[in-house]
């Protein structure tokens, strides 16, 4: 039976490597390449515990930690939607519950359930932990696009009141970092980075 367990465990691990297939449309500072969503997720958790003292109400570290790093696995069935695209995000919803039941199936059954009620969290939004892990979600894009000059942006032609929308998560979840992200913001419509 313990055997069963760990194979259960190891093939839900195996599955989840393949997140580091999935290719975001945000790229690496430095102008890189496009960034995957393996290190969007790795890099919002090392936010997630750097940052967090600018949140607006405590809440669990770990378990933020945690919501950030398993938040993006369903892409590896329902695929990345850009955050800025109309059409995808209608289907997105079922896209990404399909991929739930599948991906967290994989796992015992206990496992499964605790990471999927984790990622159900995320998604909903409402508790603290939720709340910030949605900061880091908007915030880390958002950063390394302004240190590569707004390209992505460009690219797509993305304007501010686009941005402001997806932002809005933002300041419910910490007052600060929003104040930042309005800055930036700021300067990216100036430099002509974002459509006013």
Not at 34 to 52: F, G, K, Q
Request: charged share 35%.
């Amino acid at each position: 039976m313990e055997n069963e367990r760990l194979e259960k465990q190891m093939d839900f691990l195996l599955e989840i490597d393949k997140e580091k297939n999935i290719l975001r449309q945000t790229h690496l500072s430095g102008h890189g390449r496009r960034e995957n969503d393996a290190e969007h997720a790795w890099h919002m958790a090392i936010m997630a515990y750097l940052l967090r003292e600018y949140a607006d109400r405590p809440f669990d570290v770990a378990k933020t930690m945690m919501m950030c790093l398993i938040h993006d696995i369903v892409e590896i069935d329902a695929g990345d939607t850009y955050a800025y695209d109309t059409e995808g995000k209608k289907t997105q919803k079922e896209r990404e519950e399909k991929a739930a039941d599948r991906i967290f199936g994989l796992l015992p059954e206990d496992q499964g359930k605790e990471l999927r009620a984790i990622f159900e969290e995320f998604d909903e939004g409402d508790t603290p932990e939720a709340r910030f892990a949605r900061v880091c979600d908007n915030f880390q894009p958002l950063m390394l696009n302004n240190s590569n000059g707004g390209g992505d942006w460009v690219e797509h032609g993305v304007s501010r009141t686009q941005v402001e929308g997806r932002q809005g998560r933002t300041r419910e979840g910490s007052k600060t970092i929003y104040e930042k992200t309005e800055e930036i913001l700021n300067q990216n419509v100036e430099k002509g980075s974002l459509k006013p």
